[in-house]
Structure formats: C-alpha cells, structure tokens
C-alpha cells in the first residue's frame, strides 16, 4: 500500500527513543527550514573534502550524525552522555578498524574532551590506507558519504563498534 | 559595536553547520580567530549588549545562528566571570544548546580561574642536614 500523504511536523519536540532496557534517549526534532543560502555554505564545506560525496539534498535540522546512526534519521541526538547510554545498553563491542564491516558504526571522539562529536555508519570495509568508508551526517549540513577520516570531525580517537547479537 | 561586519565568519559558519553537539561548536569557536578577534576589539560589556541583542531576534541562516555563540564564547576569552555568569540567565527561545554551553563555559571559567589561597605563614631559612651549599626554605605553618 502506497503511503498516501506525509505529514510534517511543525513544532520541535522529543520523540519516544529508548535503549534496548527501555530507558529513555534524550533528543529533539527540529523542524526549522533551513536558509537557501546556508546551502552555499554546505557547498564550500564539500569544497574542502572533495574525496566526499553528497547523499542528500540540503541542509536540514530534523537529525544529527547520532539521529542518523541511532535513531533511523528521525530525530536529533546531542548529548555524549545519551551517545555512552546508547552504546552500552544496547551491547557494542569494539571491533578493529581492520575487522569494520557494512553496518558497524564509528563513533569520534574528541582528543581533549572524550566528548563524543561525531557518529556514522560503515558502508565500505577498508581496502587501503584511507580507511573505511561511512555514512554520517555533519550537523546541520547535508549526509556525506566519506572515508572515515576526511571529515571536519578529524583529527580525533575514532571506535568501530558492532552490535553482535 | 565594533564586531563582526569586517570580520571573516565563515570558519564559524562552518563549525556552526557541522556542530552534533554543543561542546563540538564551543571547541571550534575557542580556536576561531574571528572570536579572539572580536574578544580583542570589544569590552566584555558591549559584547555582553551585542549577545543580548541577537538573542533577541530569530535566526535565519547559520550566520545568525551561530552570532550568539560567537559572542559568548568570545565573552568568555574575557575573563570577566560576572557578565558570563549573567548569560545563563539570558532567554535564548530560539538557540536551543545557548543555555548548555553559556553554563559550560561558566564552569570552564571557575575550574581554570586561578586561586590564591595562602595558608598564615612564616617563611624562614635554615642549612640543611643533606647539604652546606644550599639553604632549604621552610614554610612555618602558623
């Protein structure tokens, strides 16, 4: 059945997310439209990773990197702390950057903070030295497709991790 | 004021666009030399006026997103602990993580703010037992 119409929301607001022990994740969708001209800003961003590719069309608030690797684009992740919560309730391990296969995810963290800035998605296993290749959303810009260290998240500790079961 | 119309905002625009989270954002301004600019070329009350001012409007791109957390990051290069400590009570309805980093960098600020905190004492010399060459200085506490 084909879906009929697409509601939008208009208001931010939290959506129902929670871990696999059913504890809540702190996060909020932002409608916003984002300015015609912030695309400009998108594209002089792609100018400085020209190895990236652009998946999406524009700019948009709805969802971060982490809505994008934990919550199926639906909505934004923002705090570290939830990203932690994520990860271990609902059971990554760590695997090696030689082991990172389609479906891992990669999370970036900050050198000086631990903080963890960045996530995404692993689309192409490593086959020379760039790396791995990954899905993520940077910000507010747009997704890129990318090797996993040719972002603004670099240089920082970067994880794979896996959900084995 | 004498901020941003001369200054290139475009790293913050950037850091802006691809912030995930607050502190990715407060990070990215810290290095911006258009904040130490702006810190250099303004009193921490008028960029304290200028932060109350574009809170008060609505933001329609990046470049007016990201002013107040240029202007508070910039407050914060400062050192003036008491017009930073007046920005968590800022409204911000329309700058969702202001809030968290204007109370990020308030701790910041106290956790790296120097302390002289001098116990009484009396400072006095005498020959140590190790050594004739040198005289080890002995903190008394009283």
Request: glycine share 4%; charged share 15%; aromatic share 14%.
């Given at each position: 059945m084909a879906i009929s119409s697409r509601r939008i929301l208009l208001a931010r607001q939290a959506l129902a997310l929670q871990t696999r022990f059913a504890n809540d994740i702190a996060n909020e969708f932002n409608p916003t439209k984002p300015h015609q001209g912030d695309l400009l800003t998108c594209q002089k961003l792609l100018a400085d990773y020209p190895s990236a590719q652009v998946r999406t069309l524009g700019p948009s608030y709805g969802y971060n990197c982490h809505g994008l690797t934990f919550a199926s684009r639906r909505t934004?992740?923002?705090s570290s702390s939830e990203v932690q919560h994520i990860l271990t309730e609902d059971g990554y391990d760590i695997v090696s950057i030689d082991n990172a296969l389609p479906g891992d995810i990669v999370i970036y963290r900050a050198p000086?903070?631990?903080?963890?800035e960045h996530s995404g998605i692993v689309v192409e296993r490593k086959r020379?030295?760039?790396g791995p290749k990954v899905v993520s959303k940077w910000g507010a810009s747009q997704e890129f497709v990318h090797y996993?260290?040719?972002?603004?998240?670099?240089p920082a500790d970067v994880t794979f991790h896996r959900m084995q079961k | 004021m004498k901020v941003a119309k001369k200054l290139n905002l475009e790293a913050a625009d950037r850091a802006f666009a691809t912030a995930n989270t607050p502190l990715f954002l407060v990070r990215k301004l810290r290095a911006d030399n258009a904040t130490a600019s702006i810190a250099a070329s303004n009193s921490s009350r008028e960029i304290f006026q200028e932060l109350r001012a574009v809170l008060s409007t609505k933001a329609t791109d990046f470049r007016t997103s990201v002013m107040p957390y240029v202007l508070l990051v910039a407050l914060s290069l400062k050192s003036d602990n008491e017009l930073l400590n007046k920005t968590a009570d800022l409204p911000a309805?329309?700058?969702?993580w202001f809030k968290y980093c204007s109370e990020y960098l308030i701790e910041s600020f106290q956790s790296n703010s120097i302390h002289h905190v001098m116990p009484k004492s009396k400072v006095t010399k005498r020959p140590t037992k190790r050594s004739n060459r040198t005289n080890a200085i002995v903190i008394n506490r009283v």
């Open positions: 934004q992740v923002s000086e903070t631990g903080e963890f020379d030295l760039s996993y260290m040719a972002c603004p998240y670099a | 309805p329309n700058h969702s």
